[in-house]
């Protein structure tokens, strides 16, 4: 039964593509059916740095079956590419970087020839001396990543004098906090299929990805094709969080099917996906801070190194980002945070789920804390005396509006938790923790970058109306989002609005799907274009039937005229359709980066101008004789603005809290022996159901953003941002031993 418009906004529509997943009937980019399609298999580096002295193919090439064996000398534009930075190579021909990178792709016409030929291809490497930690790489006579020196990017931002500060300060606490590497765990492995379309000389290509205009812009530029020739598709997306910022393995199979001319399919194994693609960036960040004796916080400095691997990947607007977020959501008058971004021969960093925020709110959180419980201020009291208020500035320099009137209730709705947790009587033989965290998320590209987002409207002749996304959907409920706010305007069932998948040759570009953006931008532009699209119904409507405009109106799904008859749409889009007619309405939503709020010193990405605030409370049971750390309650508390999606709203919160879990607790891609690392999820640690808090409670809090679509903004990252620092301001508080590295191990909790 379809609901009325009243109802669609805050509701829990179904997703469409829902029922299709569950039965596996979802098409994903490895499932297309092609004819004569060709299989690619890459020759990936087993040194973390070496020199390539010589490749030879001629034994790959006799297998049968082989169509095609490619080195760097067969890529016809660009050898490199890079979204921020153009370092990363197609096919490595001088020297290798890291563990995984590609040297040779080799196409055949079955994957088991694919596989067979590739094990043949014999490469002569010459070590090379590799750099590993951040710190050392920034040494004088530290082996070079890249002949540029291994510093990517380094931020140094500050407001009022921090050595003032600490001179005011009644105490100073100083601590170094570690991150892990982390894997995005996703299901579904990174795949791309690409056929050659000769008549057209072009190139169509199916991604699994996060931005597919991006992955068109490189692919065009490493065949040395116009962009025009270049059609990108998106397929159903078996998870992202981050890790499908990459565009390697679409230009790979893009390469492969314009060699051979035919169609080529290239898909991961787990072990590629946990060497070759994005993870969370390592980071080791000092803070130093002073306070008075009543908790208030005088001054901060954070000094912070992160460690993007071999290729920038999004490191740079990771450490921007970071760098904002260091001071979390206190007011600080004096603040310096210095982010250094290094190259290293690790596998290589960009972007994941919160981009920098996690990093920096385990810091931050944990140093809170430490700081109440030095002063003898409970945590809650002393987060209170220094939260951000309306109309304060974040130390970059930008005003805080009516979104930081969420903070005082987080912490009210957390005081409530943290008394019920800590009445809770643990199991035998375990000991109790109550800890939480707050947190600040940004969202948006960031200043000084188009933050733009285009989609487009169609009615179609039957009354329905299509939604082109400019930004694909990665499962986490954009489309229905979409269809719901479109559907809303339009005074129609949300069963009459369909959003379709991604397509660079049909669809306007909507840029990244990441950011915490897309619901506040592909919203704002859905309301644009569907009030247009309403006011060109009416104009043909009044044409078709001879009448003044201002004498029509619409009014869901009715064209409503004088004489006070109800029309359906469909008889005038049908109408319009034979005389070959259709509405089409396109708009552009864009983040405000107003000049009078937007310090302009800043470099590119800094600052951003919004921001999404939360709080979590976490109670963990601890076996001190073990040191297994058991997560038993959880309250997330969550401003969302608005919410579009009920179900949505709460599937985030769910899934950021497990990420969060898994961070605090379980996962760590680490080095093992010389250049083995951890590639399988044998080793690797993800949280499972198990794992999962028998109490996990959702408020969700709507403080409307009154830019956003009906008040809505992200929520899509802040989610996993305070999980871990609460869980270890709670071992704390079971165990009183600080854990300043996660994840936390039990070693951590039984040996001093």
């Known amino acids: 039964m379809s609901r009325s418009s009243a109802t669609i906004i805050g509701g829990s529509e179904k997703r469409k593509d829902a029922f299709r997943k569950v039965r596996g009937e979802a098409v994903y980019a490895a499932d297309l059916p092609f004819p004569n399609l060709f299989h690619a298999k890459v020759v990936r580096s087993p040194h973390l740095s070496a020199r390539i002295m010589n490749i030879s193919a001629e034994k790959a090439r006799e297998v049968m079956g082989v169509k095609a064996v490619l080195t760097s000398a067969d890529i016809p534009g660009s050898k490199t590419f890079g979204t921020l930075v153009q ?77 003032q500060g600490f001179r005011e300060a009644d105490v100073i606490l100083e601590e170094t906090f570690y991150t892990p590497r982390v894997s995005p765990g996703y299901m579904e492995l990174e795949n791309s299929t690409a056929q050659w379309n000769a008549e057209q000389n072009s190139i169509t290509v199916w991604v699994s990805s996060q931005h597919p205009f991006e992955d068109q812009r490189q692919i065009a530029m490493v065949l ?184 005082p209730i987080c912490l009210d709705l957390a005081r409530e938790a943290v008394s019920r947790f800590e009445n809770i ?81 049909l669809a306007p570009k909507g840029g990244t799907t990441c950011a915490s953006r897309m619901t506040y931008l592909t919203g704002n532009a859905l309301i644009k274009a569907a009030d247009q699209l309403k006011l060109q119904l009416i104009e043909e409507a009044a044409l078709i039937m001879n009448i003044p405009p201002d004498q029509v109106s619409y009014n869901h799904g009715m064209i409503q005229i004088p004489n006070g008859r109800n029309i359906p749409v469909i008889e005038f889009t049908s109408r319009l359709a034979d005389s070959g007619q259709q509405l089409v309405s396109q708009a552009t939503a864009s983040f405000p980066y107003p000049p009078e709020i937007t310090p302009q010193h800043l470099p590119p990405g800094m600052p951003h101008v919004m921001f999404c605030f939360g709080a979590q409370v976490v109670r963990v049971e601890v076996d001190p004789e073990l040191g297994i750390v058991d997560v038993k309650d959880v309250v997330a508390i969550h401003d969302v603005g608005k919410v579009i999606n009920q179900h949505g709203v ?68 802040i989610t996993l941002v305070p999980t871990a620092p609460a869980i270890a301001n709670a071992v704390f508080r079971a165990t009183r031993r600080r854990v300043t590295k996660l994840p936390i191990k039990m070693e951590d909790l039984l040996f001093e």
């Open 87 to 163: 370092d990363q190579s197609v096919l490595a021909d001088d020297v290798v970087r890291m563990a995984g990178d590609p040297v040779v792709l080799v196409v055949a016409e079955s994957e088991r020839a694919s596989q067979q030929a590739a094990s043949l291809v014999e490469v002569v490497y010459q070590p090379l001396e590799p750099v590993l930690d951040p710190l050392s790489a920034l040494q004088p006579d530290s082996p070079l990543v890249h002949s540029g020196g291994n510093l990517v990017t380094r931020y140094d931002v500050q407001t009022g004098d921090p050595e």
């Open 650 to 717: 709460e599937g985030q919160i769910e899934g950021g809290v497990m990420m969060g879990i898994g961070y605090a607790l379980y996962e760590e891609m680490i080095q093992k022996t010389d250049s083995k690392w951890v590639d399988s999820f044998t080793e690797y640690l993800l949280p499972t159901c198990e794992d999962v808090p028998l109490n996990l409670e959702k408020v969700i809090l709507e403080n409307p953003e009154t830019s956003g679509p009906f008040g809505a903004k992200g929520i899509g990252e």
């Open 224 to 407: 040395g094709l116009g962009i025009e020739k270049v059609q990108v598709i998106s397929a159903a997306v078996g998870g992202a969080f981050g890790g499908r910022e990459d565009s390697s393995i679409a230009i790979l199979a893009a390469l492969g099917a314009y060699r051979t001319r035919g169609t080529v399919r290239l898909v991961n194994n787990r072990s590629e996906s946990f060497l070759a693609h994005p993870k969370r960036h390592p980071a080791r960040i000092h803070l130093k801070v002073g306070a008075k004796k009543d908790g208030r916080l005088v001054a901060l400095h954070g000094v912070v190194h992160l460690d993007t691997g071999a290729y920038a990947s999004y490191g740079p607007a990771v450490g921007g980002l970071l760098t904002e977020v260091v001071p979390g959501s206190y007011c600080i008058p004096h603040v310096r945070v210095e982010t250094h971004v290094v190259y290293t021969n690790n596998p290589f960093a960009g972007a994941m789920r919160g981009f920098g925020s996690p990093q920096a709110h385990f810091a931050i959180e944990s140093m809170m804390d430490i700081l109440g419980d030095r002063l003898g201020i409970d945590p809650i009291e002393i987060r209170r005396r220094n939260i951000l208020q309306v109309g304060d500035r974040v130390f970059t320099g930008v005003p805080v509006d009516q979104t930081a009137s969420s903070l």
């Open 425 to 505: 009587q643990p199991s035998p033989g375990k000991v109790n923790g109550v800890g939480l965290a707050l947190a600040v998320q940004t969202m948006g590209y960031g200043a000084h970058i188009a933050d733009d987002s285009t989609h487009r409207l169609e009615w179609l002749p039957d009354g329905r109306v299509r939604i082109f996304l400019g930004a694909p959907d990665l499962g986490q409920g954009l489309a229905i989002a979409a269809e719901q706010i479109t559907a809303e305007v339009l005074g129609l069932p949300v069963e009459q609005v369909e959003a379709v998948n991604v397509d660079t040759w």
